[in-house]
């Protein structure tokens, strides 16, 4: 007979064996943990610390989703859209406000008939109509000019994945670009036409100071010192008084309708300058968004064949 403790290490050995008998269904579920390694019980994995807003998922979190944003934002429309909206309102706003100023002047010491300036007032009344028709075409292009913008930029094209153009698409661009072009060439006539007025005024206040600083030094009568408005033109000659000399011009200088409208056109003026800066840049940034639609379209075909 068997001692008794090899007859219970033997009986140990065979409960060890019935023990690592792995039946069917118990492969099955190891096999499937082996396959996703995430669904095995009782593993916890260390987490690392979270940077920002992103989630352990990875999904990306607010501040993630802002810069990605942000980067397809097209900042050189955007900084023409804000520049030109600034600039034709200080244009239109100032230059309305300064022609009402104007025509009160002239019709107060330089023209007191009324037909002699009644054709100056008619052509200022429809420059002031043209000026409403100029800020509302403005407000709308320039909104048009910034989606253009946003519709050519890495974010549109994240975000309806493949970049598809058509021929409409181009065309519509290519007009844009030739109309941004003849817009900024009118746009210069318009900066050298608000520079007249400022030059006017600009003589007239110049003229009263010599008068003031020739009464300060008691050197010659300012009575002789005039300023003649027909010579410009915008009124006929035959205009009464149409001249102002000596203290006459020096109140005119006084008033709050030349301070006024002095600065008023300088600003317009300013304004018309900025509006030109404006449309340069759309000039770019239109010629740039052409350039990258038709650059585009031409990687498609060849993708194609």
């Not at 690592?20 to 987490?47: A, C, D, L, N």
């Not at 429309?77 to 002239?106: D, E, K, N, Q």
């Not at 007025?197 to 003229?207: D, E, H, L």
């Amino acid at each position: 007979m068997k001692p008794a403790m090899e007859t219970a290490a033997e009986e140990n050995a065979e409960q060890s064996q019935e023990k690592k008998v792995i039946t069917r269904p118990e492969m099955e579920i190891g096999r499937y943990h082996w396959m996703y390694r995430s669904s095995r019980p009782h593993r916890y994995h260390h987490v690392p610390a979270l940077r920002g807003n992103v989630s352990p998922l990875g999904i990306q979190g607010c501040f993630e989703c802002c810069i990605k944003c942000l980067g397809g934002v097209p900042y050189a429309s955007l900084v023409a859209t804000i520049l030109c909206f600034s600039g034709v309102a200080l244009f239109c706003g100032c230059g309305h406000v300064a022609l009402t100023g104007t025509v009160s002047i002239l019709e107060q010491h330089f023209s007191t008939t009324a037909s002699d300036h009644a054709l100056l007032s008619e052509v200022i009344q429809l420059m002031q109509y043209v000026i409403y028709g100029i800020a509302s075409f403005f407000f709308l292009y320039g909104i048009i000019l910034l989606a253009e913008g946003f519709y050519t930029t890495s974010a549109v094209k994240e975000l309806h994945g493949e970049f598809k153009t058509t021929a409409c698409g181009r065309c519509i661009s290519g007009m844009f670009v030739f109309l941004t072009y003849v817009l900024g060439v009118a746009w210069l006539g318009v900066f050298g036409f608000s520079a007249v007025p400022v030059f006017m005024f600009y003589n007239i206040w110049s003229t009263c100071e010599v008068i003031k600083s020739l009464q300060t030094n008691m050197t010659v009568p300012g009575d002789q010192i005039c300023v003649d408005i027909r010579q410009y033109g915008i009124i006929p000659w035959n205009a009464v008084p149409g001249k102002a000399c000596g203290p006459i011009l020096e109140n005119i200088c006084n008033t709050n309708e030349f301070y006024m409208s002095y600065h008023l056109f300088i600003v317009a003026c300013a304004g018309a300058g900025a509006t030109v800066i404006a449309l340069l840049i759309y000039m770019m940034a239109t010629t740039y968004n052409y350039a990258v639609l038709k650059f585009k379209s031409r990687e498609d075909c060849c993708t194609k064949f």
